[in-house]
């Protein structure tokens, strides 16, 4: 097998490295990590050799470098998995491809009012209407998922996917900011906290010491 390595920022703060580390975790698959703090001043340096826009993250297998999270876990699905990323069946996989594409790109107000942070626990705060929107819209997609094509398992669609991954961050922003959750919503938000790879994640976050004033409110 190839020599993968997977390049993130920190763990407490970095939601999109989380999403293809947690996908690698999930499916067992051998990789080194490398990580980069952010807003530092060697951030930028260190970063320039990965043509990221000095993003992370990146993930490097043997001479080929692929950037974005979501990229990554096509590719990771692609050539190690067989495709599996995704579910069997066209129509869930359709469903699965828009849900993991409209939380690439969407929910800004989240992103911005409740910032990750993984070291927060329970802090309710106050938050915008467009922000409690947006909470209701994701409630409602891991519904909508689960009862249309997660039944035969305790994941969005049945089996592990990139849409599991892809609202990994969003389950912790949850968790942080004391989100309510009930019947199915809190259904899925247990059965990713209880994946081993983010009680590993957590631990690790919890141990980092830089500070992102930014994202600490």
Same mark, same amino acid.
């Given at each position: 097998?190839?020599?993968?390595?997977?390049?993130?920022?920190?763990?407490?703060?970095?939601?999109?490295?989380?999403?293809?580390?947690?996908?690698?975790?999930?499916?067992?698959?051998?990789?080194?990590?490398?990580?980069?703090?952010?807003?530092?001043?060697?951030?930028?340096?260190?970063?320039?050799?990965?043509?990221?826009?000095?993003?992370?993250?990146?993930?490097?297998?043997?001479?080929?470098?692929?950037?974005?999270?979501?990229?990554?876990?096509?590719?990771?699905?692609?050539?190690?998995?067989?495709?599996?990323?995704?579910?069997?069946?066209?129509?869930?996989?359709?469903?699965?491809?828009?849900?993991?594409?409209?939380?690439?790109?969407?929910?800004?107000?989240?992103?911005?009012?409740?910032?990750?942070? +993984? !070291? &927060? @626990?329970?802090?309710?705060?106050?938050?915008?209407?467009?922000? %409690?929107?947006? *909470?209701?819209?994701?409630?409602?997609?891991?519904?909508? +998922? !689960? &009862? @249309?094509?997660?039944?035969?398992?305790?994941?969005?669609?049945? %089996?592990?996917? *990139?849409?599991?991954?892809?609202?990994?961050?969003?389950?912790? !922003?949850?968790?942080?900011?004391?989100?309510?959750?009930?019947?199915?919503?809190?259904?899925?938000?247990?059965?990713?906290?209880?994946?081993?790879?983010?009680?590993?994640?957590?631990?690790?976050?919890?141990?980092?010491?830089?500070?992102?004033?930014?994202?600490?409110?």
């Amino acid at each position: 097998m190839a020599n993968l390595t997977l390049v993130i920022g920190n763990k407490n703060y970095s939601s999109w490295s989380l999403r293809p580390w947690i996908f690698l975790r999930q499916n067992k698959l051998k990789f080194e990590e490398k990580r980069i703090p952010l807003f530092t001043e060697t951030t930028e340096r260190e970063l320039a050799e990965y043509n990221s826009d000095y993003k992370v993250p990146v993930l490097i297998d043997d001479d080929l470098t692929i950037w974005d999270s979501l990229s990554i876990l096509e590719y990771v699905s692609e050539v190690y998995l067989n495709g599996k990323g995704w579910p069997y069946d066209r129509r869930a996989r359709a469903v699965a491809r828009s849900v993991s594409a409209e939380m690439h790109s969407s929910f800004m107000n989240i992103r911005n009012e409740l910032p990750m942070n +993984c !070291r &927060r @626990e329970n802090d309710t705060i106050s938050i915008s209407q467009e922000a %409690e929107r947006e *909470i209701d819209r994701i409630k409602s997609v891991w519904v909508k +998922c !689960r &009862r @249309e094509f997660g039944f035969t398992g305790q994941w969005l669609f049945g %089996e592990y996917s *990139i849409a599991d991954a892809m609202f990994a961050p969003i389950v912790l !922003r949850f968790i942080s900011y004391n989100v309510s959750l009930i019947g199915v919503a809190k259904e899925y938000v247990d059965s990713v906290m209880q994946q081993p790879g983010i009680n590993e994640w957590l631990e690790a976050a919890n141990h980092e010491t830089e500070i992102i004033q930014a994202y600490e409110l």
